[in-house]
């Protein structure tokens, strides 16, 4: 009889993908687009002696991560359903959400109409309005934002509505406010997410900080995460989790800043914690490395998930089961844009349990994860995605 998992920790690495889907041409980008493959290639051999041993590279070649024979964990190639190479469509997919519309995109600016609406909301006038890198609107912009106030909004291919603004010029409390009234404003014109962006110092050296927030627009109803709540059992969202689903779902957040902490914020519940999900994103692989354009970067942040993963597994032990996966592709080597990039992504789960894993082949949502998870908790199946409860839990 199947031994279900008390307490399961769904770690993303932002980005992460392994391989362009068969449509990756409709969404703008090469048959060549390989996030962990090109990163590989790109920086030399990859010492990833964990992710090797569990089974990475089984799943996409990677220089440096050799395939094996018997992989430690059960392995699939996750191909996404949605229309969309989004963070939230790909995290909502992961639980149970077919988004078959795809998010409005407003390239190369959004319109009067929504323009005059935001300065309606919040009263404020904007700079920019346009599509641009988060770093280099600073550059072109900061010093203007510094003398008169105004937020800086820009977007990119994604449905985004990004507000920029100095920590020391508009408070953290007054940004989010803004952020709040676009959200509500942008609802109608189907807008994904409406992004903090806050910043300190000065001309020729801005940086962003970690007190961005994503106002989201919510999840349709009984999600994964919905089913969990409902059935009484804990969902905690570690890093930006709870921003993408609206808080639907997600009772309990906590705030990283950046991957380190993430991990180690992780490995303290991953401890301490009985029961459970613990949904955790490592931003930083897609905010500084994949859009960045960075693959060295990419490949040091690969570097400090593999040196973390024996002691998540040790925390999380014989009744915890450990979900490596992404949301989309970020190829960091692809040049012809610094967006995400349509992929597959990979799934990787691993336990102290398992004697070895195997690989279990490609499957056709991110679904899979959810459905999975639906049946080790015990709650009612997802609409969307196959589970695989019973090989790993046999």
């Known amino acids: 009889m199947s031994r279900p998992f008390a307490k399961v920790c769904i770690l993303v690495l932002d980005g992460a993908g392994i391989g362009a889907l068969p449509d990756a041409a409709e969404f703008g980008d090469p048959a060549t687009v390989n996030t962990l493959?090109?990163?590989?290639?790109a920086v030399g051999p990859l010492n990833l002696p964990n992710l090797a041993q569990l089974g990475l590279g089984n799943l996409?070649?990677?220089h440096g991560v050799t395939p094996v024979a018997r992989p430690g964990a059960f392995l699939l190639r996750m191909a996404e359903a949605s229309r969309g190479k989004d963070t939230p469509t790909g995290h909502w997919e992961m639980v149970g959400v077919h988004t078959?519309?795809?998010?409005a995109a407003y390239n190369p600016a959004f319109p009067q109409e929504i323009v005059a609406e935001f300065r309606a909301a919040t009263g404020y006038d904007m700079l920019g309005n346009c599509v641009a890198s988060g770093t280099q609107i600073l550059d072109d912009l900061g010093a203007e934002h510094l003398r008169t106030g105004l937020p800086i909004v820009y977007t990119s291919a994604d449905s985004v509505f990004q507000i920029a603004a100095h920590e020391e010029v508009?408070?953290?409390a007054e940004l989010y406010r803004v952020c709040e009234a676009a959200r509500i404003l942008l609802d109608k014109y189907r807008v994904g997410r409406v992004i903090a962006r806050p910043f300190v110092g000065q001309p020729g050296s801005f940086k962003r900080t970690y007190n961005r927030r994503d106002f989201s627009m919510p999840p349709p109803k009984g999600t994964l995460l919905d089913k969990l709540c409902e059935a009484g059992i804990p969902v905690v969202g570690i890093g930006k989790i709870q921003d993408i689903f609206a808080g639907c779902g997600v009772p309990e957040s906590i705030h990283s800043e950046g991957n380190s902490d993430g991990l180690a914020l992780t490995l303290a519940i991953c401890r301490t914690r009985e029961r459970g999900l613990f949904f955790t994103n490592l931003v930083d692989f897609d905010a500084l490395w994949g859009h960045r354009r960075n693959p060295k970067g990419f490949a040091a942040a690969l570097a400090e998930v593999?040196?973390?993963l024996p002691a998540l597994l040790d925390a999380l032990g014989q009744d915890g089961l450990l979900v490596l996966t992404a949301d989309h592709g970020n190829d960091p080597t692809y040049m012809g844009s610094?967006?995400?990039t349509r992929e597959y992504v990979p799934l990787l789960l691993c336990s102290r349990r398992f004697v070895h894993g195997a690989d279990l082949g490609t499957t056709d949502s991110f679904a899979a994860l959810g459905q999975t998870l639906a049946d080790n908790f015990g709650v009612a199946p997802l609409a969307l995605g196959t589970s695989y409860f019973q090989q790993i839990a046999g």
């Open 37 to 41: 493959g090109n990163t590989a290639r």
């Open 306 to 308: 593999d040196a973390a």
């Open 170 to 172: 508009m408070p953290l």
């Open 338 to 340: 610094t967006d995400h």
């Open 60 to 62: 996409t070649e990677m």
């Open 100 to 103: 078959t519309q795809p998010f």
